[in-house]
Nanobody, 124 residues
């Protein structure tokens, strides 16, 4: 069992930065691929970024490539999402997700555990 708690969301002006954190409980965190997803009002949940459990391999949605960076610290059971050059269209609830013993994935139903989400609002 893995429990996930996101933090770091908030209100920021366009062009600004935020760093989201996702703290995980459970001894299997280091064996989980981790992902970040987001969901804007009236839209489906969409993939943002993912990082593998073993070799640090990462993947990004085209819309955030070059602006967002995902990283993890297995000693702290935490995964991060550094978001730079934020745009109003990045406004959404951001969710952290864990996938046990699997490779990185881009669809929500491939993940086993989810956090409660943290709101990110980017003003123009």
């Amino acid at each position: 069992q893995v429990q996930l708690v996101e933090s770091g969301g908030g209100l920021v002006q366009a062009g600004g930065s935020l760093r989201l954190s996702c703290a995980a409980s459970g001894r299997t965190f280091s064996s989980c691929a981790m992902g970040w997803f987001r969901q804007a009002p009236g839209k489906e949940r969409e993939f943002v970024a993912a990082i593998s459990w073993n070799d640090g391999n990462t993947g990004y949605a085209d819309s955030v490539k070059g602006r967002f960076t995902i990283s993890r610290n297995n000693a702290k059971n935490t995964v991060y999402l550094q978001m730079n050059s934020l745009k109003p269209e990045d406004t959404a609830v951001y969710y952290c997700a864990a996938r046990l013993f699997g490779a990185t994935a881009v669809t929500p139903n491939e993940y086993d555990y989810w956090g409660q989400g943290t709101q990110v609002t980017v003003s123009s």
